[in-house]
């Protein structure tokens, strides 16, 4: 069984039972056999799309919510355990908290930059915005309407699509968190 097949099994069967219906209920307000649905729940069918069709239509949900893995209510990330890329000379790092997932409208990074070093835009495209916390230290940010200096506690919103990049001018390590999206 594919992980198509196995995300539309898990979703039928967490569905219909989440609703309270049968087997011969779901085949009522479906129109798909009582046998053909079990044999999908069970992950022993491969569903037509027509088949698809009628199950969503059916008990009105969407194609998403049949198709895809279901997202977790709560999701605790261990920013330890993720992977860290670096730059080849050690300026800085980057690490995906949340990546790209077509079902958000945003990607969260975390960044750290050594003292007196920089970086330029990595994100650039990806969202019409940045938005950027400063964890730790100063961030230098520069950009084709100026340079400004934004401290800890503090954020700022930028246009993602403008040229800019991040510098750290202190003596510690700058930690920022970016968040790119809509």
Same mark, same amino acid.
């Given at each position: 069984?594919?992980? +198509?097949?196995? @995300?539309?099994? %898990?979703?039928?069967?967490? !569905?219909? /039972?989440?609703? &309270? %219906?049968?087997?011969?209920?779901?085949?009522? /307000?479906?129109?798909?056999? /009582?046998?053909?649905?079990?044999?999908?729940?069970?992950?022993?069918? &491969? *569903?037509? =799309?027509?088949?698809?069709? /009628?199950? =969503?239509?059916?008990?009105?949900?969407?194609?998403?919510?049949?198709?895809? *893995?279901?997202?977790?209510? =709560?999701?605790? !990330?261990? @920013?330890?355990?993720?992977?860290? +890329?670096?730059?080849?000379?050690?300026?800085?790092?980057?690490?995906?908290?949340? *990546?790209?997932?077509?079902?958000? @409208?945003?990607?969260?990074?975390? %960044? $750290?930059?050594? *003292? #007196?070093?920089?970086?330029?835009?990595?994100?650039?495209?990806?969202?019409?915005?940045?938005?950027? !916390?400063? =964890?730790?230290?100063? +961030?230098?940010?520069?950009?084709?309407?100026?340079?400004?200096?934004?401290?800890?506690?503090?954020?700022? $919103?930028?246009?993602?699509?403008?040229?800019?990049?991040?510098? @750290?001018?202190? &003596?510690?390590?700058?930690?920022? &968190?970016?968040?790119? #999206?809509?």
């Amino acid at each position: 069984m594919n992980q +198509l097949d196995k @995300n539309i099994a %898990m979703n039928l069967k967490r !569905i219909r /039972k989440s609703k &309270n %219906m049968s087997l011969d209920v779901l085949s009522e /307000k479906t129109g798909v056999s /009582k046998s053909m649905l079990g044999q999908i729940e069970r992950g022993e069918s &491969n *569903p037509t =799309v027509a088949t698809i069709a /009628k199950i =969503v239509d059916g008990i009105r949900i969407s194609f998403e919510e049949l198709l895809y *893995p279901r997202q977790e209510s =709560v999701l605790i !990330i261990d @920013n330890d355990k993720l992977p860290l +890329l670096r730059s080849e000379e050690g300026a800085y790092q980057v690490r995906s908290i949340f *990546p790209y997932d077509r079902r958000r @409208n945003f990607e969260m990074y975390e %960044m $750290r930059i050594e *003292p #007196g070093e920089g970086c330029g835009c990595f994100l650039k495209g990806e969202g019409d915005c940045e938005y950027i !916390i400063v =964890v730790q230290g100063v +961030l230098t940010l520069e950009t084709a309407a100026g340079t400004y200096e934004v401290s800890a506690n503090h954020a700022v $919103r930028l246009d993602a699509a403008e040229d800019h990049s991040y510098h @750290n001018s202190g &003596n510690s390590q700058l930690v920022l &968190n970016v968040l790119a #999206g809509g």
